[in-house]
């Protein structure tokens, strides 16, 4: 292999790639191609030296998430690029391959994958089982009810891939140098980076972390502990079995959810592998630094029941003998998907870390990592990916905890009602414990806890997991009768406050929000946008004074957006300070026609209509403790967002209670909060709202304020002038006990045409109703589309006018 080993080391680069696997190789490749030359990456041995070479090499693109389907689709149309312009072979198989489903839970799952697929311009399709076994006559068809075909499926090998990148990547300009350890990264005063080895030191602007295997040591160098975990993964490779030694074409690839396997041919005999139903986190303390080329030894007793079960599903693997038993480690993070992008709070620090499937998601990771750097922003969401979607809470040892689990429910199936298990009471509020008691059922985002829904008590609070409506559905509706009849309460600890001060506050936010940023002791809504006119958040912005102000937002972008401000204030020469106070504020909120009385008997002051108008905010005391009061509702109601430092949130939640008893008072959660807003026709942050978007298609172009200059302004003008050619449609759905669960497929005319980015039932107005994006030319009121849930097209029609108070009168009173 002629890399620039022997080269003497450059003594600056504009970025240094740090691991040579399949995934550094890629980044490499895509910095390259887009005409950054001036980039280096360093491997310690030889490339593929990690994970990457003992990898199975199976590739496909279903994925939980659909953004990242649709990269690897992409990575997988990158490999005969790859191959042509490096010479290099990627050893591709192009067979197509299925997922199987023997019983109706995973055929129902694999026809909502198949609704995702067709906007994604993915070409999945069902065949029946007889064709299946037709195209693949060692599995014993009796057991399955469903195949889904995938023609992008099949397999390539590891190692060339990664040389296959690398060598491209020289094509295009890109550097890279083997057996060259990085030993130090050391962080200059100016934010560039000196990257040390024993062949001298480069002083790049940017740094990749790359490490894959070794991705928590290459953070250590920088201060950084990142919430990964290498796992122990088995495959087998069987002898030559007669029937694939007599056949001419190559078998399909194959993955059985349920009997928790994947397999594909491999030379003359199968692979077959299968993640365990008890994962194996290897070596907590740290990834040895000698840990090269070997293997770990095979734990045959952890897989024999999922190895019974593949030889039962193609009973010619039990005919042969097994050749290569292969047991290996790959680096898993906290929900199974990758890591990347700059990580916050930190200055020219990339990783692209925990990249479990590297061969299937490679291509996409690095694309969007070099449209990042280069452009700022990747041309998708990658909010499924992106670093930020984690916090400070998550430790090593939760990422331990949560990465086994993702490793254990690879192929096991989670339902849209679902809340995983482990890892849960990560970060609580001190109401945690009396919500339970009251009954709530609670979930977790950004690792703090919230409630759910309320069942009767702690004995009831159980929920059955299904694609269907739960046991949950009549709780949530009478959460919501509560909330719409008389007054509510739920957490809001789970929102996110930024605090901005200083001088010249007013002039930063003015510029980075497109709204207006309203006058002392008023809110204002705001979208925030990027250069390219997508969505970046939409914001509650309070001037609580003129040099002071809290931004409100989603509680799970929250480090994203304090990304994005940090690298804004970055360029900023004014007098303006921020920090991310989410985890100072907790609190309550209160809606429905009765929250004001409630609120009149929490506070000494007047907050009549008059004197506590919509849209105010006022620092004062609430129940007796500091508070920030917002006249807001997500609800839809008259109601107040109460926040309070967490030290009060037990008084406040107290005060609450003792003065609704005699209204009525009922807790709510996040449910019915979001089942209240379906039926205002209003959009929800990482749903409908998300980088995918403009302000003009998502409607959110209603809150820009024209007359200034701001983020984003150009793109939305001209987009604005052109007319966006798609919009974000709230839909009632006639469907039967069942509501949508988000990504699917909406038709028009016979074909797909939009999709689904949240919906549920509407429990006020007794309708299934849908957010989704279409063409404009659907977008009207009263057109008549379907949408397709569970394989089925179920009549859907626009709604132009919130069906619950159109007019907000109710909100304002
Ligand atoms: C048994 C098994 C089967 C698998 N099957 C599949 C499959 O079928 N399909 C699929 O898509 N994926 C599969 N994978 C997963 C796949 O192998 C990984 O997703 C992929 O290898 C991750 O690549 P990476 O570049 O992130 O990490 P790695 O391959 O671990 O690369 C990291 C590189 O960084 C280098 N490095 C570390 N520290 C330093 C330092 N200080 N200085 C310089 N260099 C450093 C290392 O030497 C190494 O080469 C499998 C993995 C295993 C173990």
């Known amino acids: 292999m002629g890399d620039e080993t022997e080269k003497k080391l450059q003594s600056h680069a504009k970025v240094v790639i740090i691991g040579g696997g399949v995934v550094g190789c890629s980044i490499l490749f895509h910095l390259a191609k887009f005409g950054w030359k001036d980039v280096v990456l360093l491997e310690r041995n030889e490339l593929t030296s990690g994970s990457s070479w003992h990898a199975a090499g199976q590739i496909h693109t279903i994925s939980s998430d659909p953004n990242i389907s649709r990269l690897q689709g992409y990575t997988i149309n990158l490999y005969k690029e790859i191959e042509e312009t490096s010479g290099h072979s990627v050893g591709m198989h192009n067979t197509g391959g299925f997922y199987l489903a023997s019983n109706r839970d995973w055929y129902d799952y694999l026809k909502r994958e198949r609704s995702k697929a067709r906007y994604m311009g993915l070409d999945q399709e069902f065949i029946s089982i007889e064709e299946a076994a037709r195209r693949h006559p060692l599995i014993d068809p009796s057991h399955y009810m469903a195949a889904l075909w995938d023609p992008l499926d099949g397999d390539i090998d590891p190692s060339g891939v990664t040389y296959a990148y690398a060598k491209a990547a020289r094509v295009h300009g890109g550097t890279y140098h083997t057996h060259t350890p990085v030993l130090e990264t ?24 790359a490490g894959g295997l070794w991705a928590r040591e290459v953070g250590h160098l920088a201060g950084l502990h990142l919430p990964v975990q290498p796992m122990e993964h088995h495959y087998l490779i069987t002898e030559d079995i007669p029937e694939i030694t007599q056949r001419e074409e190559r078998l399909p690839a194959g993955i059985d959810y349920e009997g928790n396997i994947y397999f594909r041919q491999e030379r003359g005999g199968m692979l077959l592998g299968t993640y365990e139903p008890r994962a194996t986190p290897w070596s907590l303390a740290g990834t040895p630094q000698d840990f090269g080329h070997e293997l ?312 009549g209509p008059e004197a506590l108008k919509f849209r105010d905010v006022r620092q004062t005391f609430v129940g007796g403790v500091p508070a920030m009061l917002l006249r807001v509702s997500f609800s839809g109601e008259l109601g107040y967002e109460i926040y309070v430092a967490p030290q009060y949130q037990i008084r406040l939640f107290e005060a609450i209670e003792d003065a609704g008893a005699d209204l009525g008072l009922r807790l709510y959660g996040g449910r019915a909060l979001m089942s209240m807003r379906l039926e205002k026709n209003w959009g929800a942050w990482t749903l409908d709202f998300r980088p995918d978007f403009t302000a ?44 949508v669960s988000n990504d699917e497929a909406v038709f028009a005319d016979g074909q797909a045409v939009g999709y689904v980015s949240s919906g549920g039932y509407a429990h006020h107005v007794g309708k299934s109703m849908a957010l989704g994006y279409v063409p404009v030319e659907y977008a009207d009121d009263g057109t008549a589309l379907e949408v397709e849930i569970l394989g089925e097209l179920c009549p859907a029609k626009v709604v132009g006018r919130p069906l619950y108070d159109p007019n907000g009168g109710k909100m304002r009173s």
């Open 186 to 209: 050391n962080q200059r005063p100016d934010g560039s980076w000196d990257v040390v080895t024993e062949k001298g030191t480069i002083n790049a602007e940017m740094i990749v972390n």
């Open 296 to 607: 770990l030894e095979p734990k045959l007793d952890n897989i024999a029941d999922r190895l019974e079960i593949g030889f039962a599903r193609i009973p010619a693997l039990g005919k042969v003998g097994i050749k290569n038993m292969i047991n290996g480690p790959f680096t898993f993070g906290p929900d199974g998907n990758p890591m990347i992008g700059p990580v916050p709070g930190m200055k020219n620090y990339w990783v692209a870390v925990g990249v479990m499937a590297g061969f299937c998601q490679g291509g996409g990771v690095g694309l969007c990592m070099a449209e990042w750097m280069i452009d700022g922003e990747p041309s998708i969401d990658v909010w499924a990916m992106d670093v930020a979607r984690f916090g400070d809470y998550a430790s090593p040892d939760w990422g331990t905890v949560k990465s086994s689990e993702n490793y254990e429910r690879r192929f096991v199936m989670t339902f849209p009602n679902e809340t995983l298990p482990k890892g849960r009471r990560q970060q609580t509020t001190a109401l945690y414990d009396r919500l339970v008691a009251r009954g709530a059922v609670m979930g977790d985002a950004y690792g703090l806890e919230s409630a759910l829904w309320f069942a009767d008590g702690p004995d009831d609070a159980h929920e059955e997991a299904t694609f269907r409506r739960s046991r949950a559905h009549d709780y949530v509706a009478k959460e919501v009768a509560g909330v719409r009849e008389h007054v509510g309460a739920i957490e809001i600890a789970n929102f996110a406050k930024h605090e901005f001060a200083g001088k010249d506050a007013r002039g930063f936010l003015d510029h980075l929000l497109a709204g207006r940023i309203p006058a002392p002791g008023r809110l204002s809504l705001t979208p925030m946008l990027t250069e390219k006119g997508k969505l970046y958040g939409d914001l509650t912005v309070a001037c609580l004074d003129d040099d002071h102000f809290y931004l409100f937002g989603s509680g799970v972008a929250q480090n994203m957006h304090r990304r994005w401000f940090e690298r804004h204030l970055e360029g900023f020469a004014g007098d303006v300070r921020y920090a991310n106070r989410s985890e100072n504020w907790h609190g309550m909120a209160i809606s429905g026609p009765k929250s004001r009385q409630l609120l009149s008997r929490l506070v000494r002051e007047d907050v």
């Open 696 to 739: 003009a298609e998502s409607g959110l172009d209603v809150f820009i304020d024209w007359s200034k200059d701001f983020i984003g302004k150009a793109a939305a003008e001209a987009e604005a002038k052109a007319g966006p050619r798609k919009r974000l449609v709230t839909m009632t759905i006639e469907t039967d006990g069942i509501d």
